[in-house]
């Protein structure tokens, strides 16, 4: 399990279409509310919201 404390990794590879690359690595991925906020913003990458907008994704969890 990785856990994410930065949005940055989640921006690039948003915008890369390369999110689920996460996934392949390491399987669950888990990340923190912040990060959550941070990825939902209005100014966060067009890519990154809408993929937390439509999630289609079972490998990524929330902090709890």
Known sequence: MIIVSDNSALSCLAEL????LLH???GTVTITATI???ARHPRAP????????HP?????AREA
């Open 17 to 20: 279409g390369e999110l689920d």
């Open 24 to 26: 392949r690595l390491y």
């Open 36 to 38: 959550h906020q941070e």
């Open 46 to 53: 067009e890519a990154l919201r809408q993929f937390f907008e």
């Open 56 to 60: 289609t994704f079972g490998w990524l």
